[in-house]
């Protein structure tokens, strides 16, 4: 009896509404619902609302069409610099080495920062599967293993080529048949996968 009573107190309390049913322009209907006692009122028909259904001007129209806007590009701080990132062309690689002098003796280069920590990317859920190396394991094609900054956008772009990387191709899949298959690349070690081909 208890749990009963219980639960009678745990449910909302319900109370009667008329609400307009069907689709706009086509047949619409009043039907009566038991709907919880906070359950917010139904919106009026569109011709009386103030922002729904209709043409609202953008507060930054203006400025874009006739370009008087500001975008990132457009903003030129003093003492700003300028980067360009060193990127994997390959889907599944491992960095054996990366030199970065040329880079840094570059006139105008005030910084080369090489990446020895993902953050915020996939991690595999037994580290110890694969291989420990200095250098984060390549796991797509474009994946960031460096970076410039300078004093300008073109230095940065110039010193960028002077990054010289080593990799290690590695085996991968293109497709979901072929990722289930029982002889796709696992994430292990690449001594590993000598040893299973």
């Known amino acids: 009896m208890a749990t009963e009573n219980q639960a009678r107190a745990d449910r909302p309390s319900l109370r009667s509404q008329s609400l307009l049913y069907g689709i706009v322009g086509q047949e619409m209907r009043q039907v009566t619902r038991q709907v919880p006692d906070d359950e917010p009122p139904q919106l009026p028909v ?8 209709k043409s609202i001007p953008r507060l930054d129209a203006v400025q874009k069409v006739t370009g008087a806007a500001k975008y990132t590009f457009d903003v030129q701080l003093p003492g700003m610099l300028y980067a360009r990132q060193i990127v994997c062309p390959w889907p599944h690689a491992r ?3 990366i030199d970065t002098s040329a880079a840094e003796r570059y006139p105008g280069v005030r910084a080369v920062h090489v990446l020895e ?20 394991t390549v796991r797509f094609a474009g994946q960031t293993v ?3 900054a300078a004093e300008t956008q073109r230095i940065a772009d110039q ?3 002077l990054v010289k990387v080593e990799y290690e191709r590695l085996p991968h899949v293109t497709d979901l048949d072929a990722a289930m298959d029982d002889e796709a690349p696992r994430a292990i ?3 590993a996968w000598r040893r299973r081909t």
Request: proline share 5%; hydrophobic share 40%.
């Open 46 to 53: 569109n011709a009386e609302l103030r922002s729904i259904g």
């Open 146 to 148: 460096a970076a410039v």
């Open 189 to 191: 070690s690449t001594r």
């Open 95 to 97: 960095v054996i080495s």
């Open 117 to 136: 920590t993902l953050l915020q990317s996939a991690r595999l859920r037994d580290p110890d599967a694969e291989a420990r190396n200095k250098y984060p």
């Open 159 to 161: 010193a960028a080529k």
